[in-house]
């Protein structure tokens, strides 16, 4: 007869199982780890080992462990505590539905995944955690020859794509603009800014140097970028630059991330099927919201984000925003102004009587951050869109004080295509 101590490091086997892919945890009570033999140890941003798949078969020891399968932001957790038997033990959990986005017309992209893992590394990481739209970056040789064409393992609601959008540079890659709007693609900045933005002084401070959304004062008013990424972490950034005329689609997403794909979410509403082409449209007309978890929607007398409506002074519109999905304590109803209204979690309406060019964005928030954002529905009134004088001049500043930063190492086509953007917005206060 094996003695205790065999026993207790005796090898089990478990197999998981829930009826289509997850993202699956496996750990002890000391944090130790267990993955499928040839699979790749990861861990998330909370500190969590995973691994995806359906049907998958591994080695544990002999004791108390704790296994939860998930599947991205629209599903909840479901999770069991379990001493593996003799022989194989059977592990069936499935993760409930919170919110169907797809159901309403809403696809979910992570625009920023740098294939630096084996394909099928990736496929399963999409699959897994149900993202419907994955652009990789480009620059490998495996990647590249993919460049324009759907990954293999696309499918009706899954698109994987090398190169569906392209990341401008920052302030060290060369002058504004040098990153032209591409073919289909979609042009914006891969990362968010870094601690408080509430001056210009802290935009500027706080951005990354390699890949920023500190030049998008210049890309958006001279049109050569179709989002910004900060639009959650960096949300009051975002609406001075819409509140001063630039129409540049709400967007998530950073290059410097712990845990799985699709931890932060450009939602965009597509029209038709989903294809590379059809979702890089509905961004680019900024149809869209930005989202850490939240599903989060915005109606304007039955138009959502990315419309506009041309109004006369006197004019009354009706906004509705709805929300669902966790860690949710207020949605917020905001004009250029500011606060049209603010509730709890569900449906939030509210009339605005239309007075000067303005806009309505929806805000979901929870423990003091901003959790997902949509793009604006413009409020246009006699063909003239918002330019608020605060938010211009905010930006002015702001350009000057990138002027300021790199006027030393700048050629003289730098330095006028930022003269250019400052004319713009010169004009708007006209």
């Given at each position: ?7 207790l ?5 478990l197999r998981?199982?829930?009826?289509f892919p997850?993202?699956w ?9 267990y ?10 941003h909370?500190?969590?080992p995973?691994f995806?798949g359906?049907?998958?078969v ?5 004791e108390?462990l ?14 069991t ?7 194989e ?7 409930q539905r ?5 159901a ?5 992209g ?18 897994g ?5 994955v652009?990789l970056l480009?620059g ?18 899954h698109v ?5 959008a392209?990341?401008?540079?920052g302030?060290d ?5 040098a ?5 289909r ?5 891969a990362?968010a ?11 500027v401070?706080?951005g ?5 959304a500190?030049?998008?004062v210049?890309?958006?008013a001279?049109g050569?970028?179709d989002s910004?990424?900060?639009a959650?972490?960096?949300a ?20 410097h ?11 965009a ?13 509905a961004?680019r007309?900024?149809?869209t919201?930005a989202?850490?978890g939240?599903?989060?929607?915005l ?5 959502g ?9 006197g004019?009354?519109v009706?906004a509705?925003?709805?929300v669902?999905g966790p860690r ?7 004009t250029?102004?500011g606060?049209?209204?603010?509730g709890?979690p569900?449906?939030?309406r509210a009339?605005l009587t239309v ?9 979901a928030?929870g ?7 949509t793009s604006p ?10 330019a ?6 905010f930006?002015l500043?702001?350009?000057e004080?990138l ?6 190492r700048?050629?003289a086509?730098y330095l ?8 713009v917005?010169q004009?708007r206060?006209a």
């Amino acid at each position: 007869m094996r003695d205790n101590l065999e026993l207790l490091t005796e090898t089990r086997t478990l197999r998981l199982r829930a009826g289509f892919p997850c993202r699956w945890s496996v750990w002890s009570a000391d944090g130790q780890g267990y993955f499928p033999r040839d699979t790749s140890p990861a861990r998330d941003h909370d500190g969590l080992p995973y691994f995806h798949g359906d049907d998958l078969v591994l080695d544990v020891p002999r004791e108390r462990l704790r296994i939860r399968a998930a599947r991205g932001m629209e599903y909840d957790h479901a999770e069991t505590t379990l001493v593996p038997g003799d022989g194989e033990t059977l592990v069936e959990l499935e993760p409930q539905r919170i919110y169907d986005a797809a159901a309403r017309g809403w696809y979910g992209g992570d625009l920023h995944v740098r294939l630096n893992r084996p394909s099928q590394w990736v496929a399963a990481s999409q699959l897994g955690e149900d993202l419907h739209v994955v652009n990789l970056l480009p620059g490998d040789e495996a990647a590249d020859q993919w460049q324009g064409r759907d990954l293999p393992w696309s499918d009706e609601t899954h698109v994987a794509r090398v190169g569906l959008a392209h990341q401008a540079l920052g302030l060290d890659g060369g002058p504004p603009g040098a990153a032209q709007r591409e073919k289909r693609l979609l042009v914006g900045y891969a990362n968010a800014f870094r601690g408080p933005v509430e001056t210009p002084e802290q935009l500027v401070g706080a951005g990354d140097p390699g890949f920023d959304a500190r030049l998008s004062v210049v890309d958006a008013a001279l049109g050569l970028v179709d989002s910004f990424s900060s639009a959650i972490g960096s949300a009051r950034a975002y609406r001075r630059l819409i509140g001063a005329g630039n129409r540049v689609a709400a967007v998530a997403g950073t290059a410097h991330r712990l845990g799985p794909i699709g931890r932060e979410r450009t939602y965009a509403r597509v029209t038709g099927p989903l294809t590379a082409e059809s979702y890089a449209t509905a961004v680019r007309r900024g149809r869209t919201f930005a989202t850490t978890g939240p599903f989060l929607e915005l109606s304007v007398d039955g138009q959502g984000p990315g419309a506009t409506l041309d109004l006369t002074p006197g004019d009354r519109v009706r906004a509705t925003a709805w929300v669902i999905g966790p860690r949710v304590e207020t949605v917020r109803l905001l004009t250029a102004d500011g606060e049209l209204a603010a509730g709890p979690p569900g449906e939030l309406r509210a009339d605005l009587t239309v007075v000067w060019p303005t806009y309505v964005v929806a805000v979901a928030e929870g423990g003091g951050q901003v959790l997902a954002h949509t793009s604006p529905v413009y409020l246009d009134v006699q063909h003239r869109r918002v330019a608020r004088e605060e938010d211009v001049t905010f930006c002015l500043r702001w350009l000057e004080l990138l002027e300021q930063l790199v006027k030393d190492r700048a050629g003289a086509g730098y330095l006028a295509v930022m003269d250019e953007a400052r004319r713009v917005y010169q004009a708007r206060l006209a």
